[in-house]
């Protein structure tokens, strides 16, 4: 298994960096420049994703909510404007049909005021008034105030768990719900709702876990992210067990299956086997993720190459996955230092940000 790693790492060419762990026996198979600080791609969302699970947990729903500021009149008039509040929902425009439907279900027919949201949840409310017209309600958008003490709540919707919201992002690679999760870390635990107040969160959370990586986003687009091999999967190894660790699994795309994975490894001992986080840029390809080898041994593994074609790096990175599924050693030493190593934070330093095209 080393020497297949070794020798597909070699030919995939570019800078690459690979860390293999056995988690059943605590000890490390593999490790290549496992130190060495890469650009991690939507590997990115691995850290976004177990932060917002260990933080809020999985069983988490958010809410959004419609109060009203003013009274039903005669023949379906909302005397006043309608308050749409967005509780921390990363994708509140999905709720707005109900939310529609319980407003006409209340009896109304046309909004005097505005319905009015923050900024956050402008586009929502611009959803909600263009379902409430095609509802034949009358309402138009406005500014966002904020609403009274004794303001009635006239609608209600619930997100799905977050533990499905994880999934969602890991397995479709999703772009834009990664990057509202990481906005609304900042919002609930930081000091704004925004990506840097959203990245000190992510960052403050894996350094508990003694995970040192840079935080630029939340989705990996971002050139400025750096992490290694080691650091992913020591956040895997600390992920394995306990809170968060069923819905992080859950969510990783699983060769031959579904998500980024569902084309690739399929027919090979890696389906049914491995279960696993992309990540791709224009020059970047990296697999991170479990792995059951055949001897029944559960491995972390990340397998991060930089400066090399996706395509062909793809390959490469697949192969080596399978070696893992194939894996059949029956040792079970321990390690005396089973834990993973991080590189320090001045080896981050020295790498310059550059611009990005999509990542998935």
Request: one cysteine or more.
């Amino acid at each position: 298994m080393r020497s297949a790693l070794a020798s597909e790492l070699a030919l995939a060419g570019g800078a690459g960096s690979a860390h293999v762990l056995d988690l059943s026996a605590a000890r490390v198979l593999f490790s290549s420049r496992a130190r060495v600080p890469r650009i991690p791609a939507s590997l990115q969302k691995l850290y976004t994703t177990t932060s917002a699970l260990l933080l809020l947990g999985a069983d988490t729903r958010f809410q959004t909510v419609v109060l009203g500021r003013g009274r039903l009149e005669a023949h379906g008039v909302w005397r006043g404007d309608l308050l749409l509040e967005v509780r921390g929902d990363p994708r509140p425009a999905r709720g707005v049909e109900s939310l529609a439907g319980q407003l006409t279900a209340a009896g109304i027919r046309r909004v005097s005021g505005h319905v009015r949201a923050a900024r956050s949840g402008l586009a929502a409310a611009r959803s909600l008034v263009r379902t409430l017209r095609r509802h034949g309600v009358g309402a138009r958008v406005g500014r966002w105030a904020a609403a009274p003490p004794d303001a009635d709540e006239l609608a209600r919707t619930r997100s799905p768990s977050l533990g499905r919201l994880v999934t969602t992002t890991n397995r479709r690679s999703d772009n834009s719900l990664a990057e509202t999760l990481l906005d609304g870390l900042g919002a609930e635990f930081g000091a704004a709702r925004s990506t840097a107040a959203g990245a000190a969160v992510v960052e403050r959370q894996l350094r508990r876990l003694g995970v040192q990586t840079r935080v630029a986003d939340g989705s990996g687009l971002s050139r400025a992210n750096r992490t290694s091999a080691g650091a992913v999967v020591r956040l895997l190894e600390e992920m394995s067990a306990g809170p968060g660790a069923t819905a992080l699994e859950r969510s990783l795309p699983a060769p031959g299956r579904n998500g980024t994975l569902r084309r690739r490894m399929r027919g090979t001992a890696a389906q049914g086997r491995c279960r696993a986080k992309t990540g791709t840029l224009s020059d970047v390809s990296n697999l991170a993720g479990y792995c059951r080898a055949r001897n029944g041994h559960r491995l972390a593994f990340a397998f991060l190459l930089n400066g090399v074609i996706p395509f062909h790096a793809e390959h490469h990175l697949d192969r080596m996955a399978v070696a893992l599924a194939r894996y059949r050693s029956s040792s079970s030493r321990r390690s005396s230092s089973p834990r993973t190593s991080t590189p320090s934070r001045s080896a981050f330093s020295s790498l310059a940000p550059a611009a990005s095209p999509a990542s998935r």
